[in-house]
C-alpha cells in the first residue's frame, strides 16, 4: 500500500480505510496513535511496503481488538509478554503495540521495558530514519513527526543513530549488523560517529543470537550490491567475528615479486555478478563461499600460487559453515555444495584432448543445476584485463554450446544408470559396501564413455565382467529380464544414446 507525502507540508495524504477507522477508535478511546517506524521510512522513499506498525501511547492491545472488530469479523494475535498485538487486513500485516521506554543490562540485548510516551519510543529506535511518526488523531492526521531529522538523513541517504551510537550499538549489538544491512540494502552510507561506534562496539556482537546474525546475512545477501555489505562486515572487524572462514579469504601474499588476487574481494565481486543474473539466495551464497578452500591449498611452486583442489575442499566446508550459521541443513546446503565442488570443472572442457564424456559426466553431476553452475562460472570472471577476460568468455561460450549439443543429443538432464546398488547386492549376495559403489561406478563410467550401451542387457552383462575380473565375484541368482526386475524404475532406458 503506497501513500503520498508532501514535503511542503510535511503531511501524508492517507486515504485508505484502515487509518480513517484506527483514527475514529483512537479518538473515542482518548488516546494518542502513530504509524510508526519502516513503513513511514519506506512511504517517503517510494518503497512498496505492507507492514505496518502503529504505537499507541496506552494500551496497543486494546486498541487493536476495537479496530479489527470495527473492520470486520478479523482474528486478532495477542503477544502480551510483548504488549503487542497483531491482525491480517486486506494484504496488509498490521501490528499495534503500547509506547515504552526502554533500558539494557550489559549482559543481553533484551530490555528492561516500562510504559512510555511517543518522545520516549522514539528515542528508543535504531536509526534516525526509523524514527518517525504519523499522527492518527484528527486534530493533527496525516502529521509527520521528525524530531531527529530522519527526512533530512533520507535525503542526504545517511544512517544516524537517533541519540548516542556507542550506546545505542552497545545496548543491543544487532543494531550494528541492521545499519549495514540498511545502508546496503538502501545504498546509503553509514555516519562516521556511527561507524567508529561499530569498531568500537564490534565485540558485543558476541551476545547476539546466531539465528539473528544470519538473518541480517541473509537480508544483506538479497540486495542488489550485497559486496557493500560484506566489505562493511570486514572493514568495522565484525566479519572476523561472526565469519572467521570469510575473513580468512582476505588479504594478498607475496612470494619472489609474485602476488594472488585477494580471494575475498574478488569472492564479492562474483557475488555481485551473480546478483545481477539471480535473485536465488542459495546461488548467491554459492557464489560467495565458492573460493571458501582456497586458504587451505595455497601453495606457491616458484612461479605462481596455485590452489589445487581447493573446490574439493570448500565443498566439504559447507556443512560445518552451514550449521554454525544455522543455515538449513537440507538440500539448500547439499545445492550450495554441489555448486562450490562443481564449479571449475565446465572450464576445463576447453581444450583439443576434451572428449565427449567430460560434458557428458558434468552434465550428470550437475543435473538440474546445470543453468545456476554456468552462471557461477560465468560471474566467476572478475579480471580487470579486456584480452584475457575475452579470452575467458570466448572458450565458455564454447562450452556452454557444446554442453547444449550434447544434451540436446542425449537427454542426460536427471539420468541414472540402468544398474543400482540394491540389484549389485542381489546378484553377488553382497551388502552395503564400497565394492558395491565400485561396481556401480564401474558401469555409471562404461556408460558415459561409450564403451558400452545404455541398456539394461549390456549394463548388467559389464557389471558381471567387471565384478569377476576386479573382484573375483559370481552371481548367485539368474540374470532377471529387462522389465520384471524387482526396481523396474531402476532399468528403464533413461534416454543416453550410446556412441
Same mark, same amino acid.
Given at each position: 500500500m503506497q501513500a503520498k507525502f508532501d514535503i511542503d507540508t510535511g503531511n501524508f495524504d492517507l486515504n485508505h480505510k484502515i487509518f480513517k477507522v484506527i483514527s475514529e477508535v483512537a479518538d473515542e478511546q482518548g488516546v494518542e496513535v502513530y504509524v510508526i517506524g519502516g513503513w513511514v521510512r519506506d512511504q517517503i522513499l517510494g518503497r512498496p511496503s505492507d507492514d505496518i506498525d502503529f504505537v499507541v501511547?496506552?494500551?496497543?492491545?486494546?486498541?487493536?481488538?476495537?479496530?479489527?472488530?470495527?473492520?470486520?469479523?478479523?482474528?486478532?494475535?495477542?503477544?502480551? =509478554?510483548? %504488549?503487542?498485538?497483531?491482525?491480517?487486513?486486506?494484504? $496488509?500485516? /498490521?501490528?499495534?503495540? %503500547?509506547?515504552?521506554?526502554?533500558?539494557?543490562?550489559?549482559?543481553?540485548?533484551k530490555p528492561i521495558v516500562e510504559n512510555g510516551t511517543l518522545q520516549d519510543d522514539l528515542n528508543r529506535r535504531d536509526f534516525t530514519i526509523n524514527a518517525m511518526a504519523i499522527s492518527l488523531n484528527k486534530a493533527t492526521f496525516g502529521?509527520? /513527526?521528525?524530531?531527529? =531529522?530522519?527526512?533530512?538523513?533520507?535525503?542526504?541517504? /545517511?544512517i544516524r543513530t537517533p541519540l548516542n551510537p556507542d550506546i545505542t550499538f552497545s545496548d543491543d549489538p544487532l543494531r550494528m549488523l541492521r545499519a549495514i544491512r540498511f545502508a546496503t540494502?538502501?545504498?546509503?552510507?553509514? &555516519?562516521?560517529?556511527?561507524?567508529?561506534?561499530?569498531?568500537? =562496539?564490534?565485540?558485543?556482537?558476541?551476545?547476539?543470537?546466531?539465528?539473528?546474525i544470519t538473518e541480517e546475512l541473509n537480508k544483506i545477501m538479497m540486495a542488489s550490491r550485497p559486496s557493500k555489505g560484506w566489505k562493511l562486515l570486514y572493514d568495522t572487524g565484525l566479519l572476523e567475528i561472526i565469519f572467521?572462514?570469510?575473513?580468512?579469504l582476505a588479504g594478498v601474499d607475496y612470494k619472489q615479486g609474485v602476488s594472488h588476487k585477494d580471494i575475498f574481494l574478488h569472492s564479492i +565481486?562474483?557475488? @555481485?555478478?551473480?546478483?545481477?543474473?539471480?535473485?536465488?539466495?542459495?546461488?548467491?551464497?554459492?557464489?560467495?563461499? !565458492?573460493?571458501? %578452500?582456497?586458504?587451505y591449498t595455497k601453495r606457491f611452486d616458484g612461479k605462481t600460487w596455485t590452489f589445487h583442489g581447493h573446490e574439493v575442499v570448500g565443498a566439504k566446508m559447507i556443512p560445518d559453515i552451514f550449521r554454525r550459521l544455522k543455515l538449513p541443513l537440507n538440500e539448500n546446503m547439499r545445492y550450495v555444495q554441489?555448486?562450490?565442488?562443481? !564449479? !571449475?570443472?565446465? $572450464?576445463?572442457?576447453?581444450g583439443d584432448q576434451v572428449t565427449d564424456s567430460g560434458f557428458r559426466r558434468l552434465i550428470v553431476d550437475a543435473g538440474e543445476h546445470l543453468e545456476d553452475l554456468?552462471?557461477?562460472?560465468?560471474? @566467476?570472471? *572478475? *579480471? +580487470?584485463?579486456?584480452?584475457?577476460?575475452?579470452?575467458? $568468455?570466448?572458450?565458455?561460450?564454447?562450452?556452454?554450446?557444446?554442453?547444449?549439443?550434447?544434451?540436446?543429443? @542425449?537427454?542426460?538432464?536427471?539420468?541414472?544408470?540402468?544398474? @543400482? %546398488? &540394491?540389484?549389485?547386492?542381489? *546378484?553377488?549376495?553382497?551388502?552395503?559396501?564400497?565394492?558395491?559403489?565400485?561396481?556401480k561406478d564401474a558401469v555409471k563410467d562404461a556408460i558415459l564413455d561409450g564403451l558400452i550401451p545404455n541398456d539394461f542387457n549390456a549394463a548388467f552383462d559389464y557389471m558381471l565382467k567387471i565384478a569377476e575380473e576386479?573382484?573375483?565375484?559370481?552371481?548367485?541368482?539368474?540374470?532377471?529380464?529387462?522389465?520384471?526386475?524387482?526396481?523396474?524404475?531402476d532399468f528403464r532406458d533413461n534416454g543416453l544414446k550410446s556412441n
Open positions: 501511547v496506552g494500551s496497543g492491545i486494546d486498541i487493536a481488538k476495537k479496530v479489527a472488530r470495527r473492520l470486520g469479523r478479523i482474528k486478532v494475535f495477542v503477544f502480551r =509478554n510483548f %504488549g503487542t498485538a497483531m491482525f491480517k487486513y486486506e494484504n $496488509m500485516q /498490521i501490528e499495534f503495540v %503500547g509506547a515504552r521506554k526502554e533500558s539494557y543490562r550489559r549482559d543481553s540485548r502529521k509527520l /513527526i521528525d524530531p531527529f =531529522n530522519g527526512l533530512e538523513d533520507l535525503k542526504n541517504k /545517511i540494502v538502501l545504498d546509503f552510507e553509514i &555516519h562516521q560517529q556511527a561507524y567508529q561506534a561499530i569498531i568500537k =562496539n564490534r565485540e558485543r556482537i558476541k551476545i547476539v543470537s546466531q539465528e539473528r572467521p572462514e570469510l575473513h580468512k +565481486k562474483v557475488l @555481485d555478478n551473480v546478483a545481477q543474473k539471480s535473485n536465488n539466495l542459495w546461488l548467491r551464497w554459492a557464489a560467495l563461499l !565458492h573460493d571458501i %578452500g582456497k586458504p554441489k555448486l562450490v565442488n562443481l !564449479h !571449475h570443472r565446465p $572450464m576445463q572442457l576447453v554456468l552462471i557461477l562460472v560465468e560471474s @566467476d570472471v *572478475t *579480471t +580487470k584485463y579486456d584480452e584475457i577476460r575475452q579470452k575467458i $568468455m570466448n572458450n565458455f561460450k564454447y562450452v556452454r554450446q557444446k554442453l547444449k549439443e550434447i544434451e540436446e543429443k @542425449d537427454k542426460l538432464r536427471n539420468w541414472k544408470p540402468p544398474i @543400482d %546398488g &540394491h540389484l549389485i547386492m542381489k *546378484t553377488f549376495g553382497l551388502k552395503p559396501s564400497r565394492v558395491v559403489g565400485e561396481i576386479k573382484y573375483n565375484l559370481k552371481p548367485v541368482i539368474a540374470k532377471p529380464e529387462q522389465g520384471k526386475a524387482e526396481n523396474q524404475e
